[in-house]
Structure formats: structure tokens, C-alpha cells
């Protein structure tokens, strides 16, 4: 009986090891999924003993089967008698986290960090911090031949320094960074610039500032100007951060020039990534020394001979108007908004029109209402009958932000005296403002003011004008 009861106990790593014969792969499968159960079975010695150490020897199955090896491990903790025995889960995990498939390997390596926050620090220290000798294992990888793997290393860099502390940081994981910002593969390099902020705040404090301005800031200033529009985009989206790590002198010495390079730098994306920013140097330098520091460089975007360019910087403005704050916005950058809207280039009017309304979307109808209409509205008498029609084109933009009141009181009277315009192409264009401020201004001036011009307009002799007059007296329901 007793034999019989041995031979029993033996079956269930009997079974798993037929199973993992198997040609069918669904069923090697099923048999990982089920090794809880068989573990539970053995219980945590023979678990130890005999199950773990069968599995570490057989890791060389299909993709599908390691990854729910992988998986399974890292829950196996109990089952092996607890924290004290998790170290015996090491070694296949270590050996899952070689294997070729990736999703394979980074379960693994999950799982590895699962069990790690089981281990006491005694046994971190012996069964867990060899792992392949960590040091030499990254040294090696952040100069391997391949640069997919220098890639993941830098893409890594801040897990890996906190995971190694201070003291190992400042001796080899500096001059690995530096390494990395300088490798000869764009993709690397952005992966690198895109951790700069973070590797530096990480930086043991007392030796911070002089590890940054001796090790990390020269590989900043190069990635500046460097080839791959990827990689100066990639650093113009962390590099303002720096401000707050390094300080104010620092920042207006040798930070700030480096800022005017990126905001002048031909790829919109750099620019974007700098004036999204601001508001980090605005904390550290205060908005004078920002104004007179990056304020001229945006002025000097906002009226470049390319029309492009003006486009791009129209086009953030609501987000830099956002940054620096209404007071601000009206000393220094109203007056550009305003005069975008008279450029002698449609696309920069129509963009300026819609930056508008952005504005007024975030500083409020009061403000637009002192600061935006009365100037809008006085182009309605200027001579050029181009500007006579942008003041319709903003009347349309900006009517449903700044509400009844101001479109009934204010903008309906100029939009009603434009229809009088000599010009057809005005007058066309107040038949299909008055057609999109309709649903926004009070309905008694609808009826008593709008339908009696609407109808004059109907009868114009431009064709155009009758037609747009009479789509918006059907649209509005006048007829």
C-alpha cells in the first residue's frame, strides 16, 4: 500500500513530463496553466525540489508555452514555502528573460520584479542581484553592436538608475548616458534627449548640479543643433524642465540660449515642444527675464517673411497665451493677433480668425469684449474691402463664445450696416454671417432686423447674394 502511495505522489511530474513531450502544443500548454495545481499537489519541497528545477532544464518550447511559463512563475511564491524559498524561482526565470521572443522576455522579466519585492534584502543581495552580473550585463548592452538593444537601454535609463542607487549612477551610469546622447543612431539619441530631465532629477543631490553642468549639459547643447528633426524634438519636449533642477542663474546663462535655438528651429514641432513649456522657466526665471529673453525671438516668428511660419506660430498662440496669462498676453501679443488678421495672405487671416476665437474661448467674453471686439469691428470700415470681410468671418467665429448679449448689442448693428456694401462679395458674405449668429442673437432683433434685411438682400442683383440671402432665410425660418 505504501509503494502503491509512492508511486502515487510520483504522478503528477510524470504526467507534466508526457505532456511536455507532446507534439500537440495546446496540450503542453494546458499542462503549464494547470502547474498550480500540480505544485499544490506536491507540495512546496517536492515543488522545490523537483518540479522548478525539471522546469528550469526543459525552457525550450514554442513562444505561446514560455510566455504562460513565464507568467505563471511569477505568482508561484507560496507555492515554493514563501518568501523564503522565492529565491529557488530565479533560475528560469532568468533563463525565460534570454529567450528570443520579446513578449517572452518581458513577462519574464515582470515576474522577476513581481518576486524581487519578496525577497528580504539579504537574499536580494545574494540570490537576486547577480542575475548575469547586473553592471557588466548593462555595459555591455549600452555599447552592443545592435542598436535596437543600445535603444532599450536608454529607453530603460531611469528604471535602471533608481534601480542601481546613487554611487553606481555617478560612476558608470553618467558616462553611459553621456554615451548614449552621442551614439551614432538617431533613434537612440531620442530615446536618450527624452530622459534627460528625468536621469537628472534622479541624480544624487549633493553632487547634482556639477554632474549636469560638467557631464550632461555639453551632450544637451550638441543634441540642439542636431541632424534628426526626431531627436531635437524629442529633447525640446524635456529640456525646460531643466530650469527647475538647475536653477536661475543657471537657466538664464546657459539655458536660455539654447531655448531661442529650438524656437527658431525649422521644424514646428520643436517650436511646439518649447512654447508648451514655457511655464517651467516662467516659474524659475519670472516672466521680465522671459520676456526679454524668448518674447523678441516669437515676435520675430510672428512676422517672418514666410508665410508658413507666421502660420505655425499663430497656431500655438492660444497654447503660449495659456502659459504666460492674460495681463501678459495683452502687453506684449495682442497686438500681433490683431494684425494677422489684415495680412496679405488668406490662409494667415483665416488661422488668425480662428486664433480668436481660441482666445476668447480661454480668457472670457469680458475680455474679448474690452479687448477684441472694438477692434474687429472697426476694420468694418476699412477701405480694403478684404478686411471688411475678415471683421464678418471673426463675427462668426467669435459670436458663440462671447454669447447674446455682445452679438445682439454689438456685432449684429456692424453686420447690418455691411450690407450696404458696395462691394457683392461683402454683402454675400453678411447674408451668411447673419445666417451662422442667427441661432445666437436675441429672437425679437431676428425678426424686427435681421428678416427685413435678409428679404433686401434676396432681391440684390448679384446672383450670389440673392442666393446666400435666401438659404438664410429658409435656414432661420424668416420666410
Known amino acids: 500500500m505504501a509503494g502503491a502511495e509512492g508511486e502515487d505522489s510520483l504522478y503528477p511530474i510524470a504526467v507534466l513530463i508526457d505532456e511536455l ?12 496553466k494547470k502547474l498550480s495545481t500540480i505544485a499544490l499537489a506536491l507540495g512546496v519541497e517536492r515543488t522545490r525540489t523537483e518540479l522548478i528545477p525539471f522546469l528550469t532544464d526543459t525552457i525550450y518550447d514554442e513562444d505561446e508555452v514560455l510566455l504562460a511559463l513565464a507568467e505563471q512563475l511569477g505568482n508561484f511564491t507560496m507555492l515554493v514555502g514563501g518568501p523564503e524559498y522565492v529565491h529557488c524561482l530565479l533560475p528560469p526565470l532568468e533563463s525565460l528573460a534570454t529567450v528570443e521572443e520579446t513578449v517572452v522576455r518581458d513577462k519574464a522579466v515582470e515576474s522577476l520584479r513581481k518576486i524581487s519585492q519578496e525577497h528580504s534584502p539579504v537574499d536580494l543581495e545574494v540570490h537576486f542581484e547577480p542575475l548575469t552580473l547586473v553592471m557588466s550585463t548593462l555595459r555591455q548592452a549600452a555599447e552592443d553592436k545592435s542598436w535596437r538593444v543600445r535603444y532599450m537601454v536608454a529607453d530603460k535609463f531611469s528604471e535602471l538608475q533608481k534601480a542601481v542607487g546613487p554611487e553606481i549612477t555617478k560612476n558608470d551610469l553618467v558616462p553611459a548616458f553621456q554615451n548614449l546622447l552621442k551614439d551614432c543612431e538617431a533613434e537612440v539619441r531620442a530615446a536618450a534627449a527624452n530622459k534627460v530631465k528625468e536621469f537628472c532629477e534622479n541624480l544624487p543631490e549633493d553632487s547634482r548640479e556639477t554632474l549636469i553642468m560638467s557631464h550632461v549639459l555639453p551632450c544637451v547643447k550638441e543634441l540642439v543643433s542636431d541632424t534628426n528633426q526626431h531627436v531635437k524634438s524629442a529633447l525640446a519636449s524635456v529640456i525646460m524642465g531643466l530650469s527647475t533642477i538647475l536653477g536661475k542663474d543657471n537657466t ?7 531655448f ?8 514646428p514641432e520643436v517650436r511646439l515642444n518649447i512654447i508648451s513649456n514655457l511655464d517651467c522657466v516662467n516659474e524659475v526665471i519670472g516672466i521680465r527675464q522671459l520676456s526679454q529673453s524668448l518674447l523678441p525671438a516669437i515676435v520675430e516668428l510672428a512676422e517672418d517673411a514666410k508665410w508658413r511660419v507666421r502660420l505655425a506660430i499663430i497656431e500655438y498662440m492660444p497654447l503660449l497665451a495659456g502659459q504666460l496669462g492674460v495681463e501678459f498676453f495683452d502687453e506684449k501679443l495682442n497686438s500681433l493677433c490683431m494684425a494677422w488678421l489684415v495680412d496679405h495672405v488668406y490662409a494667415i487671416r483665416e488661422a ?14 469680458e475680455w474679448a469684449q474690452n479687448t477684441i471686439v472694438p477692434k474687429v469691428l472697426g476694420m468694418s470700415n476699412d477701405p480694403n474691402y478684404l478686411h471688411r470681410m475678415t471683421t464678418l468671418f471673426c463675427i462668426k467665429a467669435l459670436s458663440e463664445a462671447c454669447g447674446q448679449e455682445i452679438t445682439t448689442k454689438h456685432m449684429l448693428p456692424v453686420v447690418l450696416k455691411m450690407s450696404n456694401d458696395q462691394v457683392a462679395n461683402v454683402r454675400f458674405n453678411v447674408a451668411k454671417c447673419l445666417q451662422k449668429i442667427g441661432p445666437v442673437i436675441d429672437s425679437n432683433a431676428l425678426q424686427a432686423e435681421v428678416k427685413p434685411v435678409l428679404e433686401k438682400l434676396a432681391t440684390d442683383q448679384d446672383m450670389d447674394v440673392k442666393y446666400f440671402a435666401q438659404e438664410a432665410i429658409s435656414v432661420l425660418a424668416l420666410a
Open 260 to 267: 531661442l535655438v529650438q524656437l527658431k528651429d525649422e521644424c
Open 252 to 258: 538664464v546663462e546657459h539655458l536660455l540660449p539654447l
Open 352 to 365: 488668425a480668425t480662428c486664433n480668436l476665437m481660441k482666445l476668447v474661448e480661454k480668457f472670457g467674453a
Open 21 to 32: 513531450r507532446n507534439e500537440d502544443v495546446q496540450l503542453r500548454l494546458n499542462s503549464i
